[in-house]
């Protein structure tokens, strides 16, 4: 399977199922490649337009970001960062990890004059408990007018440290869950696609 050049220029092959098809994408399927040209020998690449927790590829595309190479000038369109916050919402320890670090680095870079957007956005994302009561303090008026969406926050508001741990611990287990459950149906397909593979 993996000696199928599928992207000519960089070398691609097919490494895992299911094949690159528009049935597959649309099921939320990510199709895998590895690449074989010089350059960007044995980098992997990963072929997905449907993102659990996430708004339609569409709608990603126009907020997406742009950076440029300047070195190379060239543009490069990557997700943005809110919705891969949002992308990162699953059974992975390590996808936690990073989503804990995308939400605090941006408090970081932005907190000198922060919109209202932002401030309600980094206390309906942020993993962070010492962050959360800092925002809360700070922007107590916009932290309960967030208690609706993000009841946590009320553990923020009140500084309780012990029990918004916990209510994180619980938030992030949900999302674990739906995300197991979002790819059991996807599995069974991907095991039966292996399958029938095999006895090809």
């Known amino acids: 399977m993996g000696s ?19 049935n597959y994408l649309e099921r939320g399927h990510a199709c895998h490649f590895r690449c074989l040209a010089k350059d960007v020998k044995n980098l992997r690449v990963d072929v997905i337009s449907k993102l659990r927790g996430c708004e339609p590829f569409e709608k990603l595309w126009v907020r997406r970001n742009k950076i440029t190479l300047k070195k190379e000038r060239i543009v490069i369109d990557i ?56 925002l809360a303090a700070k922007y107590l008026k916009i932290a309960k007018e967030c208690l609706h969406d993000r009841p946590l926050l009320s553990r923020a508001v009140n500084s309780d440290i012990q029990k918004l741990n916990l209510k994180l611990h619980e938030e992030e ?13 996807l599995r069974k397909e991907l095991e039966a696609l292996r399958h029938n593979f095999q006895e090809e």
């Open 4 to 22: 199928v050049p599928l992207m000519p220029v960089l070398k691609a092959g097919l490494i895992y199922v299911p094949p690159l098809e528009v």
């Open 79 to 134: 997700i943005g960062l809110k919705d891969l916050v949002q992308s990162k919402k699953t059974q992975r320890d390590k996808d936690w990890l990073m989503l804990k670090r995308l939400v605090d680095d941006d408090i970081v870079l932005n907190k000198a004059h922060p919109s209202d957007a932002q401030v309600r956005w980094w206390l309906l994302e942020s993993r962070n408990p010492d962050s959360l009561i800092m």
């Open 173 to 185: 287990a949900k999302e674990r869950q739906k995300d197991i459950e979002y790819w059991v149906p």
